[in-house]
Nanobody
Framework: QVQLVESGGGLVQAGGSLRLSCAAS????????MGWFRQAPGKEREFVAA????????YYADSVKGRFTISRDNAKNMAYLQMNSLKPEDTAVYYC?????????????????WGQGTQVTVSS
């Protein structure tokens, strides 16, 4: 089992940067693919980025490609989401998620464990 805790959210001006962190507990972290999702007010939760178990494969939503970078440190049981050139439309609660599947998925249905979320607000 994996427990996830996100941190690093906050208020930032458009064009600014934030780095989200996801601390995982449990010995199965290195066997989990990791993903970041977000949910804006009144909208469904959507895929943002995902990373393979080894960190060698990364995947992004078109809306964040080139601005966001997902990474992980298996030795520290940590996953990260570096967000640059933030836009007001990036405002949402961001969730870290872990999946036991080998194939990296963009679907939230394939993720077994979820953090509580961290708020990111981008002002114009």
């Amino acid at each position: 089992q994996v427990q996830l805790v996100e941190s690093g959210g906050g208020l930032v001006q458009a064009g600014g940067s934030l780095r989200l962190s996801c601390a995982a507990s449990g010995r199965t972290f290195s066997y989990s693919t990791m993903g970041w999702f977000r949910q804006a007010p009144g909208k469904e939760r959507e895929f943002v980025a995902a990373i393979s178990r080894s960190g060698g494969g990364t995947y992004y939503a078109d809306s964040v490609k080139g601005r966001f970078t997902i990474s992980r440190d298996n030795a520290k049981n940590m996953a990260y989401l570096q967000m640059n050139s933030l836009k007001p439309e990036d405002t949402a609660v961001y969730y870290c998620a872990a999946s036991s599947r080998i194939v990296v998925s963009r679907s939230e249905r394939d993720y077994d464990y979820w953090g509580q979320g961290t708020q990111v607000t981008v002002s114009s």
